[in-house]
């Protein structure tokens, strides 16, 4: 006698949609909290390109999804090479852009 086994795969997807355009990422470093309360995963912290010695990565909200919604502010001690520029920051999309030019 043989017992037959009864399988029933079910395949099948799902989908989300996201307005990317309204969601922003931040690339700064994270920042560590002075409590016990965990942050929040940020899968994208730490890819800004401020110099981490000399500037300090200040994310910029309402851009959405896109690389380079940062500035990098100089740190106390260090100045802006434009003394006339009213912008006293680097910004993040020039220097994304700039970055990309050089590897490739």
Do not use: W
């Amino acid at each position: 006698m043989m017992c037959l086994l009864d399988y029933r795969d079910y395949k099948g997807t799902s989908g989300i949609d996201i307005d990317l355009r309204r969601v922003d990422i931040d690339q700064c470093p994270q920042r560590v909290s002075s409590s016990d309360v965990s942050l929040p995963l940020n899968i994208f912290a730490g890819t800004d390109k401020c110099k981490p010695r000399t500037t300090e990565c200040e994310a910029i909200s309402g851009l959405g999804f896109r690389r380079g919604s940062y500035k990098c502010i100089c740190r106390r001690g260090f100045y802006f090479p434009d003394t006339s520029s009213s912008q006293k920051y680097f910004n993040g999309s020039t220097l994304e852009e700039e970055y990309e030019k050089l590897m490739h």
